[in-house]
């Protein structure tokens, strides 16, 4: 089956610790995006990469860093210098053609940070 | 800077009911509009696409439909089921927005019995 994996499916950490959230495809799509969700709030970007060995930061990167290594893994870490951890994490990925743009989510990650 | 707005927030229908949600944006320069459904603690799937040169797009029960020039976009349930009940968003794909969605902050439908 094709499709975004994202595991765990819920983690826990304890406060001052890094923590890395997977991201695997197997759609071949070159584009990989990182989304938080909060209560309330919708989207918010925090990383995306267009091709491999190359990201650029979305609009609430602070506190989060990324790598793309190989096109179908984009990992999201965590770091301890992120204020407000505790959220639902969701990774995409998006192919283009012919026209169109189409995003697809993975099930998500909720983090928990005590 | 592109927004992209869904209102209400929250829709409560009886079953059976036909109802359609809205989606608007500011930037009449869109190139895609995606709506997607959201399940309790899951990820998005996606619903339906139109591409700026199509205006309306139907898959089963549902229809999406894209105005340009207006800046908004409706999805269309049919004949409502409980199994509707989820958070649907849109978002837009802008000309000049690189390879990034803006994301509406959704609607929460429930379809009671």
């Known amino acids: 089956d094709g499709g975004i994996t994202q595991s765990p499916k819920y983690l826990f950490r304890k406060e001052g610790q890094n923590v890395t959230l997977s991201c695997e495809q197997n759609l071949n799509h070159d584009a990989m995006y990182w989304y938080r969700q909060d209560p309330g709030q919708g989207l918010r970007l925090i990383y995306y990469?267009?091709?491999?060995?190359?990201?650029q930061k979305g609009d609430i990167a602070e506190g989060y860093s990324v790598s793309r290594e190989k096109k179908e893994s984009f990992p999201l870490t965590v770091t301890s210098a992120q204020k407000n951890p505790t959220a639902f994490y969701l990774c995409?990925?998006?192919?283009?053609?012919?026209?169109?743009?189409?995003?697809?989510f993975g099930p998500g990650t909720r983090l928990t940070v005590t | 800077k592109q927004e992209v707005t869904q209102i209400p927030a929250a829709l409560s229908v009886p079953e059976g009911e036909n109802l359609v949600l809205n989606c608007s944006f500011t930037?009449?320069?869109?190139?895609?509009l995606q709506w997607f459904r959201q399940d309790p603690g899951k990820g998005l799937t996606s619903l339906l696409l139109?591409?700026?040169?199509?205006r309306e797009q139907t898959s089963g029960r549902l229809n999406a439909s894209l105005d340009k020039s207006s800046g908004r976009s409706t999805l269309y349930i049919a004949a409502s089921q409980p199994g509707d009940s989820a958070t649907y968003l849109c978002?837009?794909?802008?000309?000049?927005?690189?390879?990034?969605?803006?994301f509406g902050t959704g609607t929460q439908l429930k379809v009671e019995l």
């Open positions: 930037d009449s320069a869109i190139y895609n």
């Open positions: 990469s267009q091709i491999v060995n190359d990201f």
């Open positions: 139109i591409q700026s040169s199509q």
């Open positions: 995409a990925s998006s192919y283009q053609a012919g026209g169109r743009f189409e995003q697809y």
């Open positions: 978002a837009g794909h802008f000309t000049g927005g690189g390879n990034k969605l803006t």
